[in-house]
């Protein structure tokens, strides 16, 4: 007698602090669409659970998704795309799909500020939602880029935090499609972030052309320069030059990198209002404290996984739809 699938999985993806990126589309191919650069993952990021309700649809029917943010009804379209094509793709091969399948998202940095929290829990999501469908990984893994691109949420996140620590993606593309040199950093290191204002969403830059254009151009030479080193600190000065070089660097930002001169290095988490920075963490906290909130983290060399427990209160598990 086949064994029952489980009621409900969880997965945790970590953050994902963009240095850089130079973006490549292929409209045919969203599979291949993406972008080269590099970037650093966190111990924190975003969980999500996923309930499957107790009644199954026919053969050739597939379910509708739910979806709460913070215990809130929430649209999330990217974590939604990406859903209705893991069950798109299941609904000819599995018989007796769940009608509704509910799913909590729990972000546990802000939203719009560089953290890559969209596809934190768009991959969470996808890969507790696999669990359930006995979906691979892999298969998980590509809905949740493939959704990101799509969406214009994002063009590497996802890559990313599929392999940890400090990611270098030297080619464009969803993971199995691409390659991402993953250098883990230890003992992990920890960062001051410092918000200096409010982030810019990913797709208004995604859109224009002309920025796009002046953005490749300069993660070009931060790719190659990081290449070189290998190592945190250079990727940190290669990110910062690469915000300068394509025209994207705020002045706040550039005040608050003159103040941390002499005690660390740093750089703009793109595309967020978020400066990271490396070196002593307390005085690092004093001079950046005139410019924003600070707050300290930890790169974390773990990549996105599904979880046997859910760190937070149980979830309501009717279905909730956004007003």
Same mark, same amino acid.
């Given at each position: 007698?086949?064994?029952?699938?489980?009621?409900?999985?969880?997965?945790?993806?970590?953050?994902?602090?963009?240095?850089?990126?130079?973006?490549?589309?292929?409209?045919?191919?969203?599979?291949?669409?993406?972008?080269?650069?590099?970037?650093?993952?966190?111990?924190? !990021?975003?969980?999500?659970?996923?309930?499957?309700?107790?009644?199954?649809?026919?053969?050739?029917?597939?379910?509708?998704?739910?979806?709460?943010?913070?215990?809130?009804?929430?649209?999330?379209?990217?974590?939604?795309?990406?859903?209705?094509?893991?069950?798109? !793709?299941?609904? #000819?091969?599995?018989?007796?799909?769940?009608?509704?399948?509910?799913?909590?998202?729990?972000?546990?940095?802000?939203?719009?500020?560089?953290?890559?929290?969209?596809?934190?829990?768009?991959?969470?999501?996808? #890969?507790? %939602?696999?669990?359930? #469908?006995?979906?691979?990984?892999?298969?998980?893994?590509?809905?949740?880029?493939?959704?990101?691109?799509?969406?214009?949420?994002?063009?590497?996140?996802?890559?990313?935090?599929?392999?940890?620590?400090?990611?270098?993606?030297? +080619?464009?593309?969803?993971?199995?499609?691409?390659?991402? #040199?993953?250098?883990?950093?230890?003992?992990?290191?920890? %960062?001051?972030?410092?918000?200096?204002?409010?982030?810019?969403?990913?797709?208004?830059?995604?859109?224009?052309?002309?920025?796009?254009?002046?953005?490749?151009?300069?993660?070009?030479?931060?790719?190659?320069?990081?290449?070189?080193?290998?190592?945190?600190?250079?990727?940190?000065?290669?990110?910062?030059?690469?915000?300068?070089?394509?025209? %994207?660097?705020?002045?706040?930002?550039?005040?608050?990198?003159?103040?941390?001169?002499?005690?660390?290095?740093?750089?703009?988490?793109?595309?967020?209002?978020?400066?990271?920075? %490396?070196?002593?963490?307390?005085?690092?906290?004093?001079?950046?404290?005139?410019?924003?909130?600070?707050?300290?983290?930890?790169?974390?060399?773990?990549?996105?996984?599904?979880?046997?427990?859910?760190?937070?209160?149980?979830?309501?598990? +009717?279905?909730?739809?956004?007003?």
């Amino acid at each position: 007698m086949p064994r029952p699938s489980p009621a409900v999985a969880q997965a945790f993806a970590p953050a994902h602090l963009s240095a850089f990126f130079a973006m490549e589309l292929h409209p045919l191919d969203l599979l291949r669409s993406g972008s080269r650069g590099a970037g650093l993952c966190l111990t924190e !990021g975003a969980w999500a659970q996923v309930h499957a309700s107790p009644d199954h649809l026919p053969p050739g029917e597939e379910g509708e998704v739910h979806i709460t943010l913070d215990g809130e009804p929430a649209l999330a379209p990217t974590t939604q795309a990406a859903l209705q094509e893991m069950l798109g !793709g299941q609904r #000819l091969a599995t018989a007796g799909m769940p009608a509704h399948f509910q799913v909590h998202l729990r972000p546990q940095l802000p939203l719009h500020q560089g953290f890559g929290m969209s596809g934190a829990g768009t991959l969470a999501a996808c #890969l507790a %939602l696999g669990k359930l #469908l006995g979906v691979p990984p892999l298969v998980a893994q590509q809905c949740a880029h493939v959704a990101e691109v799509s969406q214009r949420t994002g063009l590497g996140d996802v890559a990313g935090m599929c392999v940890g620590g400090m990611a270098i993606r030297t +080619s464009a593309g969803a993971p199995g499609c691409n390659s991402v #040199l993953h250098i883990p950093l230890r003992p992990p290191p920890q %960062l001051v972030m410092a918000q200096l204002q409010e982030g810019i969403k990913t797709m208004e830059v995604l859109n224009d052309p002309q920025r796009m254009a002046a953005i490749n151009a300069a993660a070009t030479r931060a790719l190659e320069r990081t290449l070189a080193a290998r190592s945190l600190e250079e990727l940190l000065r290669a990110a910062a030059q690469f915000d300068v070089e394509a025209g %994207l660097l705020p002045p706040a930002f550039t005040h608050a990198l003159e103040a941390i001169e002499g005690i660390g290095v740093g750089a703009r988490v793109l595309l967020g209002g978020t400066l990271m920075a %490396l070196g002593d963490v307390a005085p690092l906290q004093r001079r950046l404290a005139p410019f924003g909130a600070t707050r300290v983290v930890t790169v974390g060399n773990v990549p996105a996984r599904t979880e046997e427990r859910w760190p937070y209160p149980p979830a309501d598990t +009717s279905p909730h739809r956004p007003a």
